[in-house]
């Protein structure tokens, strides 16, 4: 069974760092490029950092340009999102998701098929 499970979402003061973690199961993400997503009450869900099958990050979304990061360890089958400077509005359900890729250095937001359920990560003094 393909599964995507988040971890590592909390409560974090502004300024503040985390890192967010995303396991896959049921499948290699050796060959997928994987996508960290978010939703804040009342907004639509956005993209926020795209990561090909070689680690390459094709799409950051302006609002974390320079304070997110995505990483992946195909060995442990699980990505990362680093994530600096925290401010209040990046408040949201954090999720990551899957896409089966041909291309080792492509990843669009849009080609995501698999889902993980999300983490919250609440930024606040």
């Known amino acids: 069974q393909v599964q995507l499970v988040e971890s590592g979402g909390g409560l974090v003061q502004p300024g503040g760092s985390l890192r967010l973690s995303c396991a896959a199961s049921?499948?290699?993400?050796?060959?997928?490029?994987i996508g960290w997503f978010r939703q804040a009450p009342g907004k639509e869900r956005e993209g926020v950092v795209c990561?090909?099958?070689?680690?390459?990050?094709?799409a950051y979304a302006d609002s974390v340009k320079g304070r997110f990061t995505g990483s992946r360890d195909n060995a442990n089958n699980t990505v990362y999102l680093q994530v600096n400077s925290l401010k209040p509005e990046d408040t949201a359900v954090y999720y990551c998701?899957?896409?089966?890729?041909?291309?080792?250095?492509?990843?669009?937001?849009?080609?995501?098929?698999?889902w993980g359920k999300g983490t919250l990560l609440t930024v606040s003094s």
């Open positions: 990561i090909s099958r070689s680690g390459r990050i094709t």
């Open positions: 998701a899957a896409a089966p890729s041909w291309y080792s250095n492509i990843c669009k937001f849009s080609d995501m098929r698999y």
């Open positions: 049921g499948f290699t993400l050796d060959y997928y490029a």
